[in-house]
């Protein structure tokens, strides 16, 4: 875990009930400056957590995206690595050498060369699930109420959209978990949301467990 994870996601991925499920063993790196975190990619490691932290140095963005091309898994909360700290005109993963966005299964902040804001919602409603038969909801999850902050960003064509945000008739629907089409590089799970916040306690870890081909 690179970033500045919630409290929440803190508190699940350190839980007694979730470390060792399936063999998964989390190692948090808390630091909020990650310019000298690549060194840590280096290592054995089956997927990497970014959250909460949007400035990422060039170096370590490059890092991952080599790490994932060459088999790790990948996932991405909210603004996660979306600014550099030495350039504000610059905005999400299409930033430096060894691009983020060359295995991301979204986009953020627009869509034109005139890069839009990263929006922010607070979204009330449920999370509507796409693909009930994808691993990470388990067996027989259901849509589930949701209401919390959700990130703005538009599946790329390689991506497949495995939920979204139903905020009600009329109203415009936000993606929530989006999947990257990457064979053979390592799978990207791109989350809007915050999802130890969800209302459905095995989401995350039913990721975890489909990221590293293992089972609960």
Not at 50 to 77: H, M, N, Q, W
Not at 147 to 165: I, R
Not at 169 to 198: C, M, T
Not at 203 to 216: A, D, I, P
Request: hydrophobic letters at 40%.
């Amino acid at each position: 875990v690179f970033g500045q994870p919630s409290d929440e996601l803190k508190a699940l991925i350190g839980s007694s009930a979730f470390q060792g499920s399936g063999g998964i063993a989390v190692r948090p790196i808390y630091e909020q400056k990650l310019d000298d975190r690549a060194q840590f990619l280096t290592r054995q490691v089956d997927v990497i957590i970014l959250a909460g932290e949007p400035y990422c140095e060039r170096e370590f963005r490059k890092a991952v995206t080599d790490r994932v091309k060459s088999g790790a898994s990948l996932i991405v909360i909210g603004d996660a690595c979306t600014r550099v700290r030495d350039d504000n005109t610059v905005l999400g993963w299409g930033i430096g050498v060894g691009l983020l966005n060359t295995i991301m299964p979204v986009e953020i902040g627009g869509l034109t060369p005139r890069r839009e804001p990263i929006r922010t919602y607070f979204a009330t409603g449920q999370i509507r699930i796409i693909n009930p038969d994808h691993p990470i909801f388990g067996s027989g999850q259901k849509d589930f109420a949701f209401a919390g902050d959700v990130v703005d960003v538009t599946p790329t064509s390689n991506s497949e959209v495995l939920a979204q945000v139903d905020t009600g008739p009329g109203q415009r629907n936000l993606y929530a978990i989006v999947e990257a089409k990457s064979f053979p590089s390592g799978k990207v799970i791109y989350f809007a949301f915050d999802p130890a916040a969800a209302q459905a306690p095995n989401l995350f870890k039913n990721v975890l467990l489909y990221l590293t081909s293992r089972r609960g």
